[in-house]
């Protein structure tokens, strides 16, 4: 059976994110204040595998495997069937 994981990559509170400082630096050239801004990263991945919890057992090797950095970042996953 065919699952699409949602993986969203965040860095952990209190690390430094250049990119969302950049980000809100143009906004705000652009007249657009903020109070805040945060960058993340978000990955689509379907795979065939027999469950939903297979699904998310693989994504979650994924992520500690590739695609996070335990140390920085967090991560979120949501199955969808």
Same mark, same amino acid.
Do not use: W
């Given at each position: 059976?065919?699952?699409? %994981? *949602?993986?969203?990559?965040?860095? *952990?509170?209190?690390?430094?994110?250049?990119? %969302?400082?950049a980000?809100?630096?143009?906004?705000?050239?652009?007249?657009f204040?903020?109070?805040?801004?945060?960058?993340?990263?978000?990955?689509?991945?379907?795979?065939?595998?027999?469950?939903?919890?297979?699904?998310? *057992? *693989? %994504?979650?090797?994924?992520?500690?495997?590739?695609?996070?950095?335990?140390?920085?970042?967090?991560?979120?996953?949501?199955?969808?069937?």
């Amino acid at each position: 059976m065919s699952f699409t %994981a *949602k993986i969203t990559i965040s860095l *952990k509170e209190g690390m430094l994110d250049p990119e %969302a400082r950049a980000i809100r630096h143009a906004l705000s050239n652009l007249g657009f204040e903020t109070e805040s801004l945060s960058a993340a990263r978000v990955f689509f991945i379907t795979m065939d595998v027999p469950g939903a919890g297979d699904a998310r *057992k *693989k %994504a979650e090797e994924m992520c500690e495997r590739l695609l996070a950095n335990p140390v920085i970042h967090s991560y979120e996953i949501e199955v969808q069937g």
